[in-house]
């Protein structure tokens, strides 16, 4: 029995990685974050759901804004039941996908009825939300305990900011940031390594939670190297808990007077610990 560690998404545009991933299920091999939670994350629809109910259980602030601010969004189960009431311009997307693929910005409502017919020919449900002008994205990155947070702010011009060129810059890790980071960390039974990617809109000054991701997180270039060795301690400690606790209780159950003789002085080959022989003999 080993430990895995995901590090890419499991299903795209044109490839599905999740034959593979039940194959390591079905052999029982561990994983960082758990396979159950990296098969959750293969669908963004259930992701979003389960945003949705963190936010409702965090709750207002004292202010009346949302603790765990997710982007408002419609989802669609086909292109049968698309009736969007929210606000233009909007942003779709298909399905699953991800890095940008199966997103259109959608102007009024015509271009949403164009849209629809192009869902039409698919087999796949699709969310809704409005598009927010954004002066930067921010993503906090948690690994075990310890917390990241980054400011991304694109230079292609592209509308889909986690594409092209960018400027990646570190930031404090705020009280808000932090209970963002711990949040997300409870969902699926709980996840070693996530990240909270936002959007700070530029008008307002508001922050709205986009989506979580599991360990198909990317590292930040610059800090890749120190953030490895938080994943290998996170790999370390789940190692040490399934193998060495576990091989030190079938030890104490398989010698349980080995340890007691010593204790007592019962077994002369033993040093004490102050230096003298065992049983009181200084000689």
Same mark, same amino acid.
């Given at each position: 029995?080993?430990? /895995?560690?995901?590090? =890419? !998404?499991?299903?795209?545009?044109?490839?599905?990685? =999740?034959?593979?991933?039940?194959?390591?299920?079905?052999? !029982?091999? *561990?994983?960082?974050?758990?396979?159950?939670?990296?098969?959750?994350?293969? *669908?963004?629809?259930?992701?979003?759901?389960?945003?949705?109910?963190?936010?409702?259980? $965090?709750?207002?602030?004292?202010?009346?804004?949302?603790?765990?601010?997710?982007?408002?969004?419609?989802?669609?189960? %086909?292109?049968?039941?698309?009736?969007?009431?929210?606000?233009?311009?909007?942003?779709?997307?298909?399905?699953?996908?991800?890095?940008?693929? +199966?997103?259109?910005?959608?102007?009024? #409502?015509?271009?949403?009825?164009? @849209?629809?017919?192009?869902?039409?020919? &698919?087999? &796949?449900? $699709?969310?809704?939300?409005? @598009?927010?002008?954004?002066?930067?994205?921010?993503?906090?990155?948690?690994? +075990?305990?310890?917390?990241?947070?980054?400011?991304?702010? $694109?230079?292609?011009?592209?509308?889909?900011?986690?594409? +092209?060129? /960018?400027?990646?810059?570190?930031?404090?890790?705020?009280?808000?940031?932090?209970?963002?980071?711990?949040?997300?960390?409870?969902? @699926?039974?709980?996840?070693?390594?996530?990240?909270?990617?936002?959007?700070?809109?530029?008008?307002?000054?508001?922050?709205?939670?986009?989506?979580?991701?599991?360990? %198909? %997180? !990317?590292?930040?270039?610059?800090?890749?190297?120190?953030?490895?060795? #938080?994943?290998?301690?996170?790999?370390?400690?789940?190692?040490?808990?399934?193998?060495?606790? #576990?091989?030190?209780?079938?030890?104490?159950?398989?010698?349980?007077?080995?340890?007691?003789?010593?204790?007592?002085?019962?077994?002369?080959?033993?040093?004490?610990?102050? !230096?003298?022989?065992?049983? +009181?003999?200084?000689?």
């Amino acid at each position: 029995m080993g430990v /895995s560690i995901s590090s =890419k !998404g499991n299903s795209g545009p044109s490839k599905d990685f =999740k034959p593979q991933m039940f194959g390591l299920m079905f052999a !029982g091999i *561990e994983s960082v974050n758990s396979f159950p939670s990296i098969f959750m994350f293969t *669908e963004k629809a259930v992701v979003a759901a389960e945003l949705f109910k963190i936010s409702r259980e $965090c709750g207002l602030d004292d202010d009346g804004e949302p603790v765990f601010p997710v982007m408002p969004m419609q989802y669609f189960a %086909s292109y049968q039941e698309m009736m969007y009431t929210q606000s233009f311009p909007a942003v779709v997307k298909v399905g699953s996908a991800h890095a940008g693929y +199966g997103k259109m910005r959608i102007h009024d #409502h015509h271009d949403m009825e164009d @849209f629809r017919t192009v869902l039409a020919m &698919t087999n &796949t449900y $699709c969310t809704a939300e409005p @598009f927010i002008e954004g002066e930067f994205d921010l993503r906090i990155q948690k690994i +075990g305990n310890h917390i990241r947070a980054f400011k991304r702010t $694109c230079m292609s011009g592209d509308w889909k900011t986690n594409t +092209g060129t /960018s400027i990646v810059e570190e930031l404090e890790v705020t009280p808000k940031y932090r209970r963002w980071a711990e949040e997300a960390g409870k969902m @699926f039974g709980g996840l070693d390594i996530c990240t909270v990617d936002a959007i700070h809109e530029a008008s307002t000054g508001k922050e709205f939670i986009l989506e979580v991701n599991g360990t %198909s %997180s !990317g590292l930040a270039p610059d800090m890749a190297a120190e953030d490895n060795l #938080h994943i290998r301690e996170v790999v370390l400690e789940k190692m040490n808990q399934k193998f060495v606790a #576990h091989a030190g209780a079938a030890v104490a159950e398989q010698e349980p007077g080995f340890f007691e003789g010593a204790a007592a002085g019962g077994n002369r080959g033993l040093a004490a610990a102050d !230096g003298s022989k065992p049983g +009181g003999d200084d000689a």
